[in-house]
């Protein structure tokens, strides 16, 4: 009757390959989990407030709305409304 080897004497680094593997992985999530962090800080900081205007509407956003001659007036009085 042959016994198995056991693995370890089958692959000679199974100790230093399985540490490897164990540090890489920790190293990765918390790098990530950092990484998310971090970003989302950032995230919240960089965005300043939009100044106001009018509604948009999906898709074509502010195109209706858009004149086809004479856009200073219609410029001109959208700041007066919108106070910019």
């Not at 001659?69 to 007066?80: A, N, P, T, V, W």
């Amino acid at each position: 009757m042959i016994k198995e080897a056991p693995l370890r004497l089958l692959i000679p680094f199974y100790d230093h390959l399985t540490m490897s593997l164990i540090t890489f992985s920790a190293t990765l999530l918390i790098g990530s989990f950092l990484w998310a962090v971090i970003n989302r800080i950032l995230k919240d900081q960089s965005h300043s407030p939009l100044p106001p205007g009018p509604p948009a509407d999906p898709i074509i956003g502010h195109l209706r709305i858009m004149p086809t001659k004479d856009s200073h007036e219609f410029f001109y009085e959208m700041g007066q409304k919108y106070g910019t």
